[in-house]
């Protein structure tokens, strides 16, 4: 299975990720078994699937933080900029949007002139920055992690759910956002998502995990109802399985 | 004890380093694992008394070792950190109490009185300045863990050995406090003044800034106070410390 953007095949001589054969499991219990798949340089690739198909894992493995067989090869000089899917921190934590940006661009030898950038970027305004992060609301907390995501120019973005709990206007102008710095910075972008008209949109390629199947391809031939419908099963036969799990 | 100028130096220094490590401590919901560290130091300070040597040193060999059984086990295994400290607190304890007894257990436990020789103050001076050193020049990868440990990971930061020198430094601020608060009190002069700063700060630089304050405001003025009153030096500083919280609660 390979993946190449339209029209610029050649880039996936280098790909800007490799994934050859990678199983991960919890406990003896598969969740991803030898998948394999190639992400060239400047392409947004979308990962779908039902729940539990393993596409948080999936991600975590690829950020090196939960083990895994198989081999994933980033190109050399590969600079991740991660948004998590949830955070699990206190909501009465003293700690501001600009303490955590402060700490992202401190530890990623970022200079402060990249917070006010990056916080323009994902239309975040500064006083919003000044309150503490678990006063933030969910919009303006997925916000907030984009920003530290883009804070120290990364080559990659890793994105799980980055629109999660924002307003519908929210989520447009934050794909937009992210489009348009794939655009201007030649980053390659993976995103978790549950909405397929914003994979149709933004994707150039998209892998669908379910399973123990995985595909892959341009939007175009992954999101057909057929397809789909294998993906996420009927209603009826995916409930039954997720029941019969211990 | 006497008010002398060893006294009140060392009471400024385990003041700011309990301030600064309780703040992480507090924030990465250790408060628990604060109070039952420190009961690690009592078979340390056991076995040293039986060997003749200096107590405290006893108690901080305890505490290292211990904070590495703590963190081998937590990363071999999937229990929880609680759990494992709840474990290794409990046979520290039994053991501890086998080995001390009458008074000495009681000093071990509530703090003890004495004057603090020159060795003393200098080595727990080298200690708190260590502590406030890391803690300074560490704190936005704590924060990045704190929030994150995954963001922390991506932006190169090597989050499990960050977690070890907490957990030493963490280890070290108990053992300097060993010796006023004794092992049954030492932690809550890391917990009570940070847990008042996450009332009162909205900020991390505030947190920080009111918990050193606290911390040395309820060192200080307990030991003056029991001085005066002619009480453990222990009781009065946990006292005051739980007053500052207190009157923290005032504030919505």
Partial sequence: ?246 | MTLDLNTVALAFGAGAAAGLVGCFAVMRRMTLAADAISHIALPGIGLAILLHIHPIMGGVAALLVGTLLVWGIENRTRLATETIIGVVFSVALAIGSLMTTGEQLIEALFGGVGRLTAFETILGLVAAFGVIAFVVLQRQRLVLALVSPEIAHTSGINVQRLNLYFLLVFAITIALGLRYLGVLLVGSLVIIPAATAKRLGRSLRAMLIISVAVSIASTTLGTWLALALHRAPGSMIVLVAAGFFLLSLLRR
């Avoid at chain 1, 402060?102 to 002139?113: I, T």
């Avoid at chain 1, 920003?147 to 990659?156: D, E, R, S």
């Fill in chain 1, 1 to 246: 299975m390979e993946i190449s953007r339209k029209g610029s095949s050649a880039k996936t001589v280098h790909p800007a990720l490799k994934v050859v054969n990678v199983s991960i499991g919890f406990e003896n219990i598969p969740v991803i078994e030898r998948l394999t798949f190639e992400v060239a340089h400047g392409s947004a690739l979308a990962i779908i699937g039902p729940n539990g198909a393993g596409k948080s894992v999936l991600a975590k493995a690829l950020i090196g933080v939960l083990p895994y067989e198989g081999h994933i090869r980033w190109a050399d000089n590969t600079k991740i900029g991660y948004v998590p899917q949830k955070l699990d921190i206190e909501r009465d934590l003293p700690i501001t949007g600009d303490d955590f940006l402060r700490a992202k661009a401190a530890v990623s030898r970022a200079s402060r002139g990249e917070i006010s950038d990056v916080l323009g970027l994902v239309g975040l305004k500064p006083e919003s920055a000044n309150k503490p992060i678990g006063a933030l609301s969910g919009g303006q907390f997925q916000r907030l992690l984009v920003a530290a995501a883009l804070i120290g120019h990364p080559t990659v973005l890793l994105l799980d759910e980055p629109t999660a709990g924002v307003d519908e206007p929210g989520q447009e102008s934050l794909n937009h956002t992210i489009e348009r710095i794939r655009d201007e910075r030649g980053l390659t972008i993976l995103f978790i998502s549950h909405d397929l008209s914003v994979v149709y949109q933004y994707a150039t390629n998209v892998l669908c995990l379910s399973r123990g199947r995985a595909c892959c391809g341009v939007p175009r031939t992954i999101l057909t109802p057929q397809l789909l419908q294998e993906l996420y099963g009927a209603p009826v036969g995916y409930h039954v399985h997720d029941d019969s799990r211990p």
